[in-house]
């Protein structure tokens, strides 16, 4: 198994609580000279691995348990076609009022649009609710018209670990993201949906790692 190894300002951020504790965010990010929306994704991923603890009103603290490596090398070697399940898909003229339809039915947040399972775009209920608040005839309007287009799309490959998936849903504050494999038609590279990875999936994961303790 790989050992642990954090980025420089994650070990930074390590000897700066150290340091101060409790510290909290704000003065975390006086210390690093960013601002705490930048650090955000590196407090979330020290906490979750047990590295600090967030205390409520108080700030981060050291954890002093010696479970946290472990813990990272354990969902690091957990890969994402180990926790996907099944993409909620509908196709680029699908109606936003049929998309909405999906996407409640399925209890999903986000729905992948495709072209013959090639990813071409991603909607998500925010994207409904700012058209639903335009007045627009959703009956009328195909969901292409509102999707997030590729390139635009944050995915993972199947490959990838459980980790670099929790990291980048933190990163991109997504409800999911589209599981996908390189495939080739006529010389041209493009993207197959084959899952997703939602935060619900990654919480699966800890309650598997718990019951497993």
Do not use: C, W
Not at 52 to 59: F, N, R, S, Y
Not at 72 to 88: G, T
């Amino acid at each position: 198994m790989k050992a642990i190894k954090l980025s420089e300002r994650q070990e930074r951020i390590v000897e700066l609580v150290k340091e101060h504790e409790p510290i909290t965010s704000e003065n975390l990010a006086g210390h690093l000279g960013v601002t705490r929306a930048a650090l955000r994704p590196d407090l979330a991923i020290l906490t979750m691995m047990e590295v600090l603890e967030a205390k409520p009103k108080v700030g981060y603290i050291y954890s002093h348990k010696p479970s946290y490596s472990f813990l990272y090398d354990y969902i690091n070697n957990i890969e994402v076609k180990s926790i996907m399940s099944s993409p909620i898909m509908v196709e680029e003229n699908t109606t936003v009022y049929d998309a909405i339809l999906h996407l409640f039915l399925n209890d999903v947040g986000t729905i992948f649009v495709h072209n013959e399972h090639i990813l071409v775009g991603a909607v998500s209920r925010k994207d409904f609710l700012k058209f639903a608040m335009g007045g627009t005839d959703m009956h009328k309007v195909p969901v292409g018209i509102i999707m997030t287009r590729m390139p635009n799309i944050v995915y993972v490959k199947k490959e990838d670990p459980a980790y670099l998936a929790a990291k980048k849903i933190i990163e991109h504050e997504v409800d999911s993201l589209p599981v996908v494999e390189k495939t080739s038609e006529n010389g041209k590279e493009e993207l197959k949906i084959i899952g997703k990875v939602s935060k619900t999936n990654i919480t699966r994961l800890f309650v598997k790692m718990g019951e497993n303790k």
